[in-house]
Structure formats: C-alpha cells, structure tokens
C-alpha cells in the first residue's frame, strides 16, 4: 500500500470543515485523545501556563489548539505548508497564539530539552 502525504497539503483547507474527512479526526478521535494528554497533565500536576509543547504532525491545528486552550505554550511542526496555513488562520480567528512551523520531524528546528511535552499522533504510521 502506498501512502500518498501530499493528501494533507490537497484536502489543507478542510481542516476545520465540518462533514469531511479530516473532520472525523476532529470531531471523533481528538476528544479521546485530548483527555489522555489532560489526564497525564494533571496527573504529573503540570501548570499548563509553564508548559512548552511540542506537536509533530501538527496538521492544521487540532491538538495543538487543544493544548493552547488549557495554557501551553505551543510549536506546531508539519511538512504540509499548506495545513500550516490553515492551523496559522484558525488558530489568529480563534485568539491562539500558536507557533507554527514548517519542518519535517526527522529534521525538528528546535533546541533538544526545549519541551516538556511532545506528542506526534497521527504521524508514525505514515
């Protein structure tokens, strides 16, 4: 089977478009999994307002805007330029200030021990 990434660069503008398939993520995977990452927080008793993230595989925003609503300070990475912009529009409309950053994870443009968190969903499988 091949994988074809540039699918993210394509579908980029419909991100945050209710009744496609990137919605799905948002809408049925991402709670799900933003409670696992709530839960480790408050578990390991994080302040979220002292809290770097690291999201790898950012998209167009969705756990990275999870993340700054709680508090986070956070970099969004992704090889889509394109989604980038979408995660950079969505997040200015929705009053995050999210550090989005176009870069591929195999090459991250951050300093080892710059993060407290790092998480990469939806990445490793493709």
Not at 29 to 52: L, Q, S
Not at 98 to 103: G, S, V
Request: one cysteine or more; glycine letters at 6%.
């Amino acid at each position: 089977m091949v994988i074809d990434n540039q699918i993210y660069s394509q579908l980029a503008d419909t991100w945050w478009t209710e009744d496609t398939v990137l919605c799905l993520l948002r809408m049925h995977v991402n709670p799900c999994r933003f409670a696992y990452f709530r839960e480790i927080i408050e578990r390991m008793k994080i302040d979220p307002r002292e809290c770097r993230v690291l999201d790898i595989g950012c998209g167009g925003g969705f756990l990275s805007e999870e993340f700054a609503r709680l508090g986070c300070r956070v970099v969004g990475v992704d090889a889509s330029a394109e989604s980038l912009e979408t995660a950079r529009a969505h997040a200015a409309i929705s009053g995050f200030d999210i550090d989005y950053r176009h870069a591929f994870a195999e090459q991250l443009p951050c300093d080892d021990r710059e993060f407290d968190i790092v998480c990469c969903c939806d990445v490793l499988e493709h």
